[in-house]
Each structure stands twice: as structure tokens, then as C-alpha cells.
T-cell receptor, first 108, second 113 residues
Framework: GQNIDQPTEMTATEGAIVQINCTYQ??????LFWYQQHAGEAPTFLSY????GLEEKGRFSSFLSRSKGYSYLLLKELQMKDSASYLC?????????FGTGTRLLVSP | DAGVTQSPTHLIKTRGQQVTLRCSPK?????VSWYQQALGQGPQFIFQ???????QRGNFPDRFSGHQFPNYSSELNVNALLLGDSALYLC????????????FGNGTRLTVT
């Protein structure tokens, strides 16, 4: 079966750091993706992990532990425009399986 | 460089009708995947097309069918529409059966009344 869990909603303050966790149990694993989706818009690619460890990309970092079935997305120096849904997705047999997404609200 | 384009952007249909949604992949991409996203949920995989064939299929009934053309564009057809089919339908393209990150279009918002 396929199961991807992430918190439904998180709130944070502008300038702060927030960590969005994702745990997964999937049949077949070939990488984990994070996407950002603003309301009414398409998901946009943020990061990709296939090996254990941390991938850093500007204000965004993503971590993967395959043995624990766990990933997180770290957002630093939060800006108001970071208010969006963040989708964790596992590539399983060449298709992406998505979690329900975490809605992040950044307040002034 | 054009990204993934979908048409139409919005559509209203009644129960029992049929609908066709269209997608042109990002330039250079050869694989198209379709997803259904209900409000407040993550995208759910419908199926994937590569070399004009359906390569993988998610847990969707046969009312959902598709096609890929020689120019890599794709259509999603839904027959006998149900109220529960109301959702955002996202098309995503990639290279080589999803080996590269998916690039999504802005979607078609389908409302079934």
C-alpha cells in the first residue's frame, strides 16, 4: 500500500524558520519530492532527494532518511509569499504518490 | 520556452455528460501524467502516457480514459460524469517516464452539477 503523512496545517511568523515533516510507507521508492502550491495555481517543484541526507537550495532545504521513511522540508527566513501548501511526494514505480499537503500560513 | 499548457481552464458539466480535457507538455518532454486534485487534498494519480500508450494507471474507474498524440500532447476523457468528479485536473509532463521532476500545468477546474 501507499501512505504518505504530513501535518494538515502549520503557522509561522515572517523571518522565522519552519520544518514540515513527511513520513511515508510505499511499495517501491525512487526518490522523494517537495512541491509548493499556491491557492488556485499549479504545484511547482522545490526539491528532490534520492539519497539520505540534506539537500540545500537557497532558503529551502530538504532532508531524507530512507531507513526511517522520513523527510522534512526546512524553510528559512520566512516571507509572506511562502504562505502556500507544501506537498510531499514519493516516486514509486515511475509515478508520483502525493501526500495531502501541509498548508503553511506565514503571519507578519 | 512554453511550460505545460492545459485547456480549458474552467468547465461546468452536468451529471451523465462526458468531458475532454487537453494538455500540451513542456517543450522537450515526452511523458504526460494526469492527476485529480480534490479541494484540500493532494493530487491523485490517474494515469501516465508515454509513446502514445498508457503505461501506468491509478485507482480510477474505466470512465476515465486518455490518449497521447504523436506530438506528445494528451487528452483526458471522463464519461458518465458524477458529482464526485468535480475537482482540479492537473496535467504534468516529464522526460522518460518520470525520471525527471514533473512539471505541472495550471489545471482545469471541472464542476459537475
Amino acid at each position: 500500500g501507499q501512505n504518505i503523512d504530513q501535518p494538515t496545517e502549520m503557522t509561522a511568523t515572517e523571518g522565522a524558520i519552519v520544518q514540515i515533516n513527511c513520513t511515508y510507507q510505499t511499495s517501491g521508492f525512487n526518490g522523494l519530492f517537495w512541491y509548493q502550491q499556491h491557492a488556485g495555481e499549479a504545484p511547482t517543484f522545490l526539491s528532490y532527494n534520492v539519497l539520505d541526507g540534506l539537500e540545500e537550495k537557497g532558503r529551502f532545504s530538504s532532508f531524507l532518511s530512507r531507513s526511517k521513511g522520513y523527510s522534512y522540508l526546512l524553510l528559512k527566513e520566512l516571507q509572506m509569499k511562502d504562505s502556500a501548501s507544501y506537498l510531499c511526494a514519493v516516486r514509486s514505480f515511475q509515478k508520483l504518490v502525493f501526500g495531502t499537503g501541509t498548508r503553511l500560513l506565514v503571519s507578519p | 520556452d512554453a511550460g505545460v499548457t492545459q485547456s480549458p481552464t474552467h468547465l461546468i458539466k452536468t451529471r451523465g455528460q462526458q468531458v475532454t480535457l487537453r494538455c500540451s507538455p513542456k517543450s522537450g518532454h515526452d511523458t504526460v501524467s494526469w492527476y485529480q486534485q480534490a479541494l484540500g487534498q493532494g493530487p491523485q494519480f490517474i494515469f501516465q502516457y508515454y509513446e502514445e500508450e498508457e503505461r501506468q494507471r491509478g485507482n480510477f474507474p474505466d470512465r476515465f480514459s486518455g490518449h497521447q498524440f504523436p506530438n506528445y500532447s494528451s487528452e483526458l476523457n471522463v464519461n458518465a460524469l458524477l458529482l464526485g468528479d468535480s475537482a482540479l485536473y492537473l496535467c504534468a509532463s516529464s522526460l522518460a517516464l518520470g525520471e525527471s521532476p514533473l512539471h505541472f500545468g495550471n489545471g482545469t477546474r471541472l464542476t459537475v452539477t
